[in-house]
């Protein structure tokens, strides 16, 4: 899934790598272990919002691993007229609802999950968001109306890699004792290896808590995670830039870096 996300923004030339490679094993968790979906046009599938948005080619590449989505679908990516950008559309295939427009995407879960119980359904609703939309009010108003309505089918996986657009979260907005924060609301929280696929299969597949409190998994997660030089946060071949965090969350990579990092990838395999 690495090589698909690596393969696809160098043909592109897009950045946000960083941001898609730290969600690998939870995309993989999910849609492997977790998600309950015959088809991608099931009325009554498990759902899930990507909230952080500009991850979408990794739900893309999770999407193609599974067969919804072909070759060409995928070599469309960020192409003209394509249904695959930056940030998924729901007109994609198994793309449940557009987003991007970070800090709505758990408004958007609680409203699918308390639809699914107005319609008698018993389908899932599953929302990944990043540790930096925890600065937005929005989340926190959907944080109290899940809470408030006891929709314990909702589940939110809240990556926590600890950066964001202008730097790292800590020296941004700091957000320490999420768990304490989360439980305050009213939400069962779990914390978790973001990069232990047993773990996270574990821990996602857990029944609803029985007082119908809805669920938040911490996950710690490493930006850019199997790529040495973004791990650490190296442009490599671009001298004039000083060692940053956040580098990798823009640039785009040119072949030197591919083939460093596919290199890095085929050897950890």
Known sequence: ???????????????HIGSCLCVVEILC??????????????Q????????????????????????WLTENDLNSFCGEKSLFGVHPE??????DFSTGSLG??????????????????????????S??????????????????????????????????AFGLTRDVIDIPNLRERWEAFGWQVEIVDGHSLAALSEVLQQDAAPDGAP???????????????????LPSPHWQLRQHAINWHYL?????????ALSELETAD
Not at 29 to 42: E, G, H, R
């Open 252 to 260: 785009p990579i040119n072949d030197q870096e591919y083939n460093l």
């Open 131 to 164: 540790d930096a939309e925890c600065n937005e009010g929005s989340t926190w108003e959907a944080a109290m109306f899940s809470s408030h309505h006891r929709l314990g089918r909702l589940t939110a996986i809240l990556d926590m890699n600890g950066q964001q």
């Open 44 to 67: 009554d599938r498990d759902r899930l919002i990507l909230s952080k948005g500009h991850a979408g080619l990794a739900l893309y590449a999770a999407l193609a691993l599974k067969g």
């Open 215 to 233: 669920r938040m998994i911490l996950a710690r997660t490493v930006f850019g995670k199997g790529v040495s030089f973004m791990e650490k946060g």
């Open 29 to 42: 968790a999910l849609y492997d272990k977790v998600l309950s979906i015959s088809s991608p046009t099931d």
């Open 104 to 129: 709505h995407g758990l408004s958007i879960a609680a409203g699918a999950a308390l639809a699914a119980r107005l319609q008698g359904s018993g389908r899932r609703v599953f929302c990944l968001i």
């Open 90 to 95: 729901s007109a994609a295939p198994g793309v």
């Open 1 to 15: 899934m690495r090589q698909i996300i690596l393969e696809q923004s160098r043909r592109a030339n897009v950045g």
